[in-house]
């Protein structure tokens, strides 16, 4: 089920917005004010942990480690005291393969509804072997 995001805030409905086009355009669309230019990110891999700092930086991380375009499904959005919380998918085509990831990201803003510190916990890529694998193995009770 996808959440919708009407009932928040605009200043949070518009910071998730921009953020989803940023995923999906692999940081080729940031909207202005999307981060702050002292901006912080501490990524959470299943093997490997990252942090970036400065919202140019963030971007440009974006692009050198998930370059590929896609599809970004919310499955959650949660208004924090201080930003948000959301839980979603991507999914993406790489080598003629379809890729896909769950993730959970935290997102505090400032005054002016940039983000100033994100956190992103990511399951890591599954690809179309893995993604076959889980559903022969496993039966969700829901998507």
């Excluded at 230019?37 to 942990?49: I, K, S």
Aim: contains cysteine.
């Amino acid at each position: 089920m996808t959440t919708s995001t009407d009932a928040l805030a605009p200043s949070v409905q518009r910071s998730v917005a921009d953020f989803v086009t940023f995923l999906e355009t692999s940081g080729e669309n940031v909207a202005d004010g999307l981060f702050a230019p002292d901006a912080f990110a501490d990524l959470t891999f299943p093997t490997w942990r990252v942090q970036v700092e400065g919202g140019e930086a963030l971007v440009e991380a974006r692009r050198k480690m998930h370059p590929q375009k896609g599809a970004v499904r919310l499955e959650k959005v949660v208004a924090t005291a201080c930003g948000w919380a959301v839980k979603l998918e991507e999914s993406w085509e790489d080598g003629g393969e379809q890729w896909y990831c769950r993730e959970g990201f935290i997102a505090d803003l400032d005054e002016q509804g940039r983000i100033v510190d994100f956190t992103l916990y990511c399951t890591g890529d599954w690809d179309e072997a893995r993604v076959a694998e889980h559903a022969r193995a496993v039966t969700l009770l829901r998507r």
